[in-house]
């Protein structure tokens, strides 16, 4: 029965003796299926000694272990792997224990081998299995966690220990004994998510602002479950968290760029609307006033024009701070566009503070500004209006700070105006003008004058200049200065120019067919407007076609800062007009650029000394230096220069002895109708007489 039972054991029953070779003295049927020797291939070392049956790798271990338990006298068991007869590797398990040998000093093993391949590869799957998820959790981009209800971690992988600024997954683990209170922003959130969790088993998404390890505050977004034990008792929880700072961000800030300027950071004019009416609401129901104001830098057109927009917008940034300084937390400095700002003042109690407040804004501003080693003096003109007494709505004050606004500038900047009912009536009067210069322009009231323009060396006359006129009704001259503004904002300047252009082509056309006179040039003053229309060039060629005046007896005059405005896009406007043979000239010259680069990118033939230097020549030696330089720079470059507002002989001999050019003003004649020019300049010595020796 024992051998029978033996022989029916899956596995090796064996006998050998403790030697080298672990001598085999005897093994049960097992044999040939767990190695694939037949028994006497194995017993007393016949073909194989067990030692050479195990593999290379696991003999010295197999040997310490069961000498170490025979040493002790204990039962061994041990893993190891044999080379079977067919070569293969086998895993097998090996249990046994010393027992004397027959009257011998040697001991001997009993024991039993047992084929355990199969747990083995069970057992490697589960490691790999085991291998792959942990890779999972340490190499995943997003955080994963498991945290006990207590809010301390048991395990995080080292995206999350990364996420939350931690060097290591332990010491995020170590770092943090309560999530709520030392991770959360807001540890109410931690609750609320935790409460999401148990109550509908899973959170997603949930968003919540947390503190890295160095104090940043970022946004992060988890998923999570409550994990039950075999019970159904909670453990804990588990999740994933991402970053999603970025993405948070952006979405602020497009929010912030919805109601904000962003050069300024300061409320654009979409929130300055909600803030004034809130303040008016406010006001309405507890009392007090709101002062709306309206600030325009003086001269910011002139900064931004001759310094380069990187000084216009340094310029609006520091006065934008100054203007925020100047006021309390609880009032609002706008952006209204360009170097256009807007106040309210909501906690002023009457407005006797409120002008002190107003007035100490306009001088802050105002003072003097640094920059590049260029000290600049900016002044601003403000209106303000006061809710309630000028006006209960957000429109009506705006509209009205503004009319007040336009009021200080025209009492000449720099000054603080309050909004008062007679100015709607200077509004209107603006706009009576408008009224009455499209009428005017139907009726043809308007005129043109022409002033001579005399050659210095010969005292010739050469050319003349058409100056508009409007000669009312009534009888009275308006002249440029007081309709020209208003022709420009309304856009009539458009007509009114064209309308000049071609009565001013249409008289020298008429000189032209004089016998026995010399070809005369006709200026003609030109408005930004009308460069802006974009077909500019095809209105002055069509003009002349009409007119049958030849292109080179037409000069077109722009205003210096006027051009350098936008030269780039003139450019070509003005090569096109070259091209027809029309004549360029820059007029008002020394008054507005600093850089005159623009003379090589233009086609100009003369430049037009501004009267301003033309008046002192004769005592102001600056005056004096700055028109002879003017003199050199046009013919270093080609340019004909001519001399405005020569009212004197002095100024006269000055401007010859210096080779000005050419020359115009009362001393050659004042601007007259054509008629008149025609009357004074018909005979050849006429204006010789009258003005050149
Ligand atoms: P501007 O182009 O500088 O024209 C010369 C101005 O100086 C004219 O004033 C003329 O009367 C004045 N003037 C001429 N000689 C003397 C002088 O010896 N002494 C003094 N003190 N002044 C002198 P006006 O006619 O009142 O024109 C003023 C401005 O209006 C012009 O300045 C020009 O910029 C503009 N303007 C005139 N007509 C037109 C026009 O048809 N279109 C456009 N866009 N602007 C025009
Ligand atoms: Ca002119
Ligand atoms: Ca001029």
Redesign the pocket.
Known sequence: MLATLIGNLRGMVYRCRDDEHWTMEFVSDGCPELTGYEADELLLNGRVSYEALTFDADRSRVRERIRNALRAGRRFSVEYRIVCRDGTLKWVWETGIGVEGEGGARGRIEGFIQDISERKQAEESLQEAERRYRSIFENATEGIFQTSAEGRYLAVNPALARIYGYEAPEQLITSLSNIGAQLYVQPARREEFMRLARERGAVQGFISQVYRRNGDVIWIAENARAAFDADGAFSHFEGTVIDVSESRNYEEQLRYQASHDALTLLPNRALLHDRLTQAIAHARRYGGVVGVAFVDLDNFKMVNDTLGHDTGDALLKTMAERMSSCLRQSDTVARQGGDEFVLVLAGEPDVETLTATLERTRVCVAAPWSRQGRELHVTCSVGAAVFPRDGTDAVTLLKNADIAMYRAKNAGRNALRFFQWEMVRAAVHRLDTEQSLRRALKRGEFE??Y?PRLDLATGALIGM?????WRRRDGELV???RL?PVA?ETGL?VP??EA?MRAACLFNRELARREGRPRLTVA????LR?LHHPDFAGSVSRILEETGLEAGQLEL?I?ESLVMHDVEHFVSMFEALATLGVHLSV??FGTGYSSLSYLKRLPVDRL?I??SFV?DITTDSNDAAIVRAVISLGHNLGIRVVA????NDEQLQFLRANHCDEG????FG??VPADRFVAEYEQPTAVAADGIR
């Open positions: 043109v004058h002033q200049e058409a100056l508009l006129r002249l440029p200065e020209i420009e300047i009114i120019g000049v003609v003053n030109l408005s009308q005059e205003t007029d008002d037009k501004d009267r008046r405005e507002g020569v009212e115009q003003g009362y001393h004042r601007p």
